[in-house]
């Protein structure tokens, strides 16, 4: 029997802390529960909010409907070979918990996004990445219930429309379904090409003396890392990076890189290149500011933080005057990552 709670506060279920409130709220851990929930007046008749693990967004006020919380779980192999496995796992599932599932299961591919926070549901609608690795890379499919008519519909990576921070989840079907499973294809550990690229992870196994990295030392640079310049949600409120890096085409990045020789970057080809929002956000001054509390990050400038007492409409307005000021300094358009609710 589905069990709905009248104002429910949410302030444990989005990672900057934010007491807010919901009308009515439910978990729901089944598709079967799911399409029992889709029937009820409960849905049919108020605003609806489908939330995962509260990781990437951002509530700037009490929510004046029905909230759902993706508790799907599970995780099972669909296929395998004696090179790779085919990985089908819940989308209410926590995404780090998973990826150290892989890893204590010698399966390579998502070592490089360890600890990035949020459910496995919400990891293809962001197409998360980190140090040169996205979900694309080893995507399979997605199995998501169509809110309209209630069925499971499977879509496979071009239906997707993967790109950096984008999908077709984000934009045309924004809205219109809930996750309920994704499976990867992944590598067996002997058979498995590790990411190295980003040259912070080879310093970090030059510390340690490690010369032919595992799939587990990854993971462990990679935590060491992030653990080192982002900050504990459950510690200070933060929805990890809050604006995408910038892509500008070359002749814009070449006026850019004249002024600022230092400005750090990376090129895509096909005439783009790719800044650090991070590094700009601190060269305009911001990094450690706090205002109402809230602020940017003393470690970090990409990373906007909630200090306890701040509302979600304080870091609008805080997000509002940083991208104000990188426009005005770089003449460059900062975006964010994280949904304003």
Same mark, same amino acid.
């Given at each position: ?25 439910? *978990? =729901?851990?089944? /598709?079967?529960?799911?399409? $029992?929930?889709? +029937?009820?007046?409960?849905? !049919? ?88 690795? *996205? =979900?694309?890379? /080893?995507?399979?499919?997605? $199995?998501?219930? +169509?809110?309209?008519?209630? !069925? ?190």
């Amino acid at each position: 029997m589905l069990k709905f709670i009248n104002s429910k506060s949410l302030s444990t279920y989005n990672t900057f802390g934010f007491d807010v409130k919901a009308d009515l709220f439910i *978990e =729901i851990n089944s /598709t079967e529960e799911f399409k $029992e929930l889709l +029937n009820t007046t409960e849905w !049919k008749s108020n605003p609806r909010l489908l939330l995962g693990g509260g990781s990437n967004i951002l509530l700037t006020d009490d929510f004046h409907g029905l909230v759902v919380v993706n508790r799907i779980s599970g995780i099972e192999i669909i296929e395998e070979n004696n090179k790779s496995v085919t990985v089908k796992c819940g989308g209410g599932e926590n995404w780090h918990q998973f990826v150290l599932y892989t890893l204590k299961h010698n399966w390579g591919g998502l070592e490089n996004l360890s600890l990035i926070p949020g459910t496995v549901g919400a990891a293809p609608m962001q197409n998360i990445g980190a140090y040169g690795v *996205e =979900i694309k890379d /080893t995507f399979q499919s997605l $199995e998501a219930i +169509n809110l309209n008519t209630g !069925k499971l519909e499977v879509f496979f990576s071009e239906q997707c429309k993967f790109g950096y921070r984008e999908s077709v989840f984000k934009h045309k079907l924004k809205g219109q379904y809930l996750i309920a499973s994704v499976s990867f294809q992944l590598d067996k550990a002997n058979f498995h090409q590790l990411k190295l690229d980003y040259g912070v992870i080879k310093n970090v196994m030059a510390e340690k003396n490690i010369e032919h990295p595992s799939i587990q030392d990854v993971s462990d640079a990679i935590i060491k890392i992030r653990q080192s310049k982002l900050p504990d949600p459950a510690e200070i409120g933060n929805s990890g990076s809050f604006f995408k890096n910038p892509i500008i085409d070359v002749a814009e990045f070449k006026k850019l890189q004249n002024e600022f020789p230092e400005i750090p970057s990376y090129d895509l080809g096909k005439g783009q290149v790719k800044l650090a929002a991070g590094w700009l956000i601190e060269k305009a001054g911001w990094k450690g500011y706090q205002e109402n509390g809230v602020g940017v990050h003393q470690k970090q400038a990409l990373v906007l933080v909630n200090y306890g007492e701040g509302k979600g409409k304080d870091i609008l307005n805080l997000a509002k005057k940083i991208q104000d000021s990188i426009q005005s300094k770089f003449g460059v358009e900062l975006s964010p990552e994280v949904n304003f609710i």
